[in-house]
């Protein structure tokens, strides 16, 4: 078929050849030959195919297909349009001239269209596909027709000169056509040799045939010359070939019941193409479904096993074919099939299972299967693949298996006992007993038949360790060719099989003890050098006088049962440390609320009380003592956020290199001096969009760490600064799930040659108050573990009892570069929301002055009675009447009978019926410019993220003392103030 395809190309450009070298000149063309042959063959085909390119661009969005579309209006409008002026008043030029611009624009989009069938698969185009299509068609149409008019108009220049033939233009624009349109199809055939799709051979021995064709014109010497007719007779052909290659295609899809989208996604996908030949070759079923449950891909093996054919199967429900009404649970409330009416998921991202069901065949009998179900998202929906195998041998095989294996241990303990009196009264009796002498041989080979083919590994073997007989399985296990390679190979069991010489002196120490082991677990070396789990059960034999003979039993492979196990008990313990987080995280939010509210209660009473107290009293003493310890109880708390990853502060592009480089002084001071410090700090070093302080400490924890690691001897420390790839990040890191999005981190390495870290302490390391070093320590390595939570990286351990400990810090690069080093000096302090002007009193210092008392009447919003009362004596001092409610609601009813009167509000965030956001809303719609104060126990960064209708003048931390109070009062009575003389002034 194919060589027959390509004859007519060989035999046009022997005819062009010869004909070129001929000057015959024939009167021109009849009057509407051309114009019929070109709206045949070369504008009803090339519309037809712009028609499927458009649908299969349709239900695709696949560019090529767009492209090739283009291609064939362009030509058809140039032949259609061309053949119907060659009468006109501009003659040959202006046919010629309509017909090479429609080439022209055909052969540039064929050749963009060929480009992509061989280029990286790209995504398809998804929305907006019928306007797309619908201008690309008729913008082409419109800037064709355009350049026709023009040609009509003589407004172009003339591509032939009559009686002197083609110009330099005509043959130029010619020539870049039969260039494009040969390369086009060159690409296509390739496309076609790769894949095999049929349409890329029609399509491209068409495209070659039309350059061969324009190339007859390209050569003819004046118009109507019998080598431009044999140009155009090819060009016909061309386009016949387009036209067969793609009704072929199009039948194809309604033949075989597909979408353009899943025949695209095979022609232009060489792994589809493989994809489809192993769904072919595979010997068990493999069944494709939609979300509705129906079908989509039928193989030929689901054909032989169901015995629906492909057309029976295709579009019907999978659930009316071969499930029943007794298919496990799991199948019924898996994320793969959610009722027993309809076949579905749920979820968008993919999910597998693995089952056994019972499925029915077509003539009605049932049989057992193993279902691997895998469920994806595709473009069309989501899709579930299964695959099915028919077990029906294996669970036979299996039930006799068990029973085979059962009754051989019996029979092999009962039989040799059996041969041994049997071979020892045979010798005595043999003239006697000949009958007794057949039953055993019989029930030798009976014995010998079990021995060969049981799956499990059979043995005996010597009291010093060698094999006296083995079956197949157990060679197999160990990875020898036979039993005799076995045998052969292994003269010491113990020495050359054992992984472990301990498990082999433990194995014997039980046989000595009770005479047999069961399920006894051990590693063995395998042949290829790997290792393998195996489960052993042996017991000694002896003979009649009591005295051990050899041992026997059987090994069964455990490696895959193991390595489950290793699975299992990895996500266990990943399970493990993500209920541990979410714990220590509730309980850090709750310190962050409630013990801040106590400690606000504490702090703010001690400060009243100091007050009314002369300074140099000895209860002022205690009180100082007292208030000190307040505010380091204040710390604990925010060094909890900080381990949550709650507290960021201000980021700014940071020299991961610059900055241990100026903190390795203040390192220095407190690293004992038996210690040592080698740094690999490169200039410049990776740039981060880090807070810079908060960097600082993580470093300092980490290198406290270390060189307490290292003990009372000398050790040493390496500070190390690296660019990382995500490759080189291991997968046992924290927190726990985090995946890298970068192409390359910063790494933070500290390495010490102390004791290292004991296995059982690795789970607990980054615990709160966790330690194993002194009492009353253990918040180091959290907080630097919150540190890099709140900067979006990671922080992997490696270490070992006696070989030293390695942590390395990734955290993600910035795109801006690292400002100079002056450009940092003096910068501080934390960024706030966009248009949320306000300050946060400082927290803390002990009680002093507050610069300007106050006057008037205020708001006090607070649900706890102990702050609400602490916080209005603090508000009396200062010189202001006192408003105090317990909660919004209350406060909204207040405020409007004294709304006149009141000069700010001061409220709490956390309150139960309106919060503090509701409540500042509430009191703004009654009076818009009120100043409000908001005060809350969590971190500011977190309560002052998101959008809010409202924002207060001021956000207020808890605990607070009076100075940070009357601060905040200044603040916000001065920033209405400012806004009511900006108003003035307006």
């Not at 019929?36 to 239900?59: C, E």
């Not at 007794?326 to 991202?349: I, M, W």
């Not at 502060?649 to 390795?664: M, T």
């Amino acid at each position: 078929m194919k060589s027959l395809a390509s004859f007519p190309i060989i035999a046009f450009i022997t005819i062009i050849v010869t004909l070129g070298q001929l000057d015959i000149r024939t009167p021109f063309d009849p009057p509407y030959l051309l114009p019929v042959l070109n709206a045949l063959f070369l504008s009803v085909t090339p519309f037809f195919v712009a028609f499927i390119a458009g649908r299969i661009f349709l239900a695709t969005g696949n560019r090529t297909a767009l492209l090739l579309g283009c291609g064939m209006v362009s030509l058809g409008l140039g032949g259609l349009i061309s053949g119907w002026f060659i009468g006109g008043s501009g003659g040959p030029n202006v046919t010629i001239t309509i017909y090479n611009t429609g080439v022209l624009f055909c052969s540039f989009f064929h050749a963009a269209g060929a480009i992509l069938t061989v280029a990286p698969p790209a995504a398809n185009l998804s929305n907006n596909r019928k306007p797309m299509l619908a201008t690309f068609y008729i913008c082409l149409a419109l800037i064709l027709i355009a350049l026709d008019l023009a040609a009509v108009k003589g407004l172009t220049p003339p591509l032939i000169v009559q009686g002197a033939g083609p110009t330099l233009l005509g043959r130029m624009i010619l020539g870049t056509a039969i260039i494009l349109l040969g390369t086009s199809s060159v690409f296509f055939i390739k496309r076609h040799i790769n894949t095999r799709e049929r349409l890329f051979f029609w399509y491209g021995m068409g495209l070659l045939l039309v350059a061969t064709g324009l190339t007859g014109v390209f050569l003819q010497k004046a118009v109507g010359s019998p080598i431009g007719w044999v140009g155009r007779f090819a060009q016909y052909t061309g386009g016949l070939y387009i036209l067969i290659g793609t009704w072929r295609f199009y039948r194809t899809l309604h033949h075989d019941h597909m979408t353009f989208e899943a025949a695209i996604a095979g022609i232009f996908s060489e792994a589809e193409a493989n994809y489809k030949a192993l769904i072919d070759a595979a010997r068990d079923a493999i069944v494709s479904i939609n979300g509705e449950g129906r079908v989509l891909l039928w193989s030929n093996a689901a054909e032989n096993i169901f015995g629906y054919s492909r057309k029976e199967a295709i579009g019907n429900s999978l659930k009316d074919l071969i499930l029943t009404n007794t298919y496990p649970e799991e199948l019924q409330k898996g994320p793969v099939f959610q009722s027993r009416n309809s076949v579905t998921t749920s979820k968008a991202e993919e999910t597998s299972i693995l089952m056994e069901a019972k499925v029915r065949a077509r003539d009605g009998s049932f049989f057992p299967a193993e279902i691997s179900a895998s469920t994806r998202t595709a473009s069309s929906g989501v899709i579930t693949t299964l695959i099915i195998k028919d077990i029906t041998e294996r669970k036979r095989v299996e039930e006799e298996l068990d029973r085979y294996r059962h009754l051989l241990e019996e029979q092999v303990r009962k039989r040799t006992e059996e041969l041994s009196e049997a071979n020892q009264k045979l010798h005595e009796e043999i003239a006697y007993h000949k009958q007794t002498g057949k039953e055993l041989q019989r029930a030798e080979e009976k014995y010998r038949s079990i021995f060969e083919n049981a799956v499990e590994g059979v043995f005996q073997t010597t009291l010093g360790g060698r094999f006296l007989s083995a079956n197949r399985a157990l060679a197999h296990i160990l990875g020898y060719e036979s039993p005799e390679d076995l045998m052969a190979s292994v003269t010491d069991i113990g020495r050359q099989l054992y992984v472990n010489h301990e498990e082999r002196t433990e194995y014997l120490r039980l046989i000595d003890e009770a005479g047999e082991v069961k399920d006894f677990e051990a590693r063995m070396h395998h042949k290829d050098g790997g290792i393998c789990w195996v489960s052993i059960n042996t017991r000694l034999v002896r003979d009649s006088d009591g005295n051990p003979r050899h041992y026997e039993g059987f090994i069964e492979d455990i490696t895959d049962h193991r390595r489950v196990e290793r699975e299992r008990e990895k996500l266990d313990s990943q399970n493990r440390q993500l209920q541990k987080a979410e714990s220590l995280g509730r309980m850090a939010g709750a310190i962050a609320h409630h013990f801040n509210n106590k400690l606000g209660v504490v702090i703010g009473n001690l400060e009243l009380a100091m007050d009314d107290m002369p300074r140099h009293s000895g209860p002022a003493g205690n009180l100082t003592a007292a208030m000190d310890a307040a505010n380091k109880a204040a710390e604990v708390s925010g060094l909890m956020l900080t381990y949550l990853g709650q507290t960021t502060g201000k980021r700014e592009p940071l020299d991961v290199s610059e900055i241990c480089r100026r903190h390795l002084p203040m390192l220095r001071t407190f690293i004992p001096p038996n210690v040592i410090m080698e740094t690999d700090l490169p200039s410049p070093g990776p740039v981060i969009s880090a807070n810079e302080n908060q960097i600082q400490q993580a470093l300092t924890n980490l290198v406290t760490n270390a060189w307490e690691a290292c003990g009372d001897g000398r050790g040493t420390i390496h500070l190390r600064v690296k660019t990382v790839s995500p490759a080189e990040i291991s997968i046992e890191r924290r927190p726990i799930g985090w995946q890298p999005k970068d192409d390359s981190y910063a790494c933070l390495e500290v390495r010490d040659g102390g004791s290292g870290i004991a296995v059982e302490d690795m789970e607990n390391l980054f615990d709160p108050f966790f330690s194993s070093k002194f009492a009353g320590r253990g918040l180091g390595l959290p907080l630097v573990l919150g540190i890099v939570r709140a900067h979006g990286g990671a922080l992997e351990v490696e270490s070992a009892p006696g070989q030293g400990s390695v942590f390395r810090v990734f955290l993600p690069l910035s795109a801006a570069a690292a400002p100079p080093q002056s450009d940092k000096a003096g910068s501080s302090g934390d960024t706030l929301p966009q248009g949320a002007p306000m300050i946060t009193p400082e927290r803390g210092k002990a009680s002093s002055p507050v610069p300007a008392e106050g006057s008037g009447m205020m708001l006090l919003v607070e649900d706890e009675e102990m702050v609400r009362n602490m916080a209005a004596a603090m508000l009396t001092r200062l010189g202001f009447t006192v408003l105090a409610v317990k909660d919004g609601v209350e406060a909204v009813e207040v405020f409007r009978q004294h709304q006149d009167e009141i000069r700010f509000v001061l409220s709490d965030l956390t309150m139960p019926r309106m919060n503090g956001w509701e409540t500042l809303a509430a009191l703004r719609k009654l009076q818009p410019d009120i100043p409000v104060i908001l005060a809350s126990g969590y971190d500011k960064n977190q309560v002052m993220s998101g959008n809010h209708p409202e924002w207060p003048q001021v956000f207020l931390g808890k605990p607070y003392n009076r100075k940070g109070l009357g601060d905040a009062i200044d603040q916000a009575l001065r920033k209405k103030k400012s806004l009511i003389e900006e108003q003035n002034d307006d």
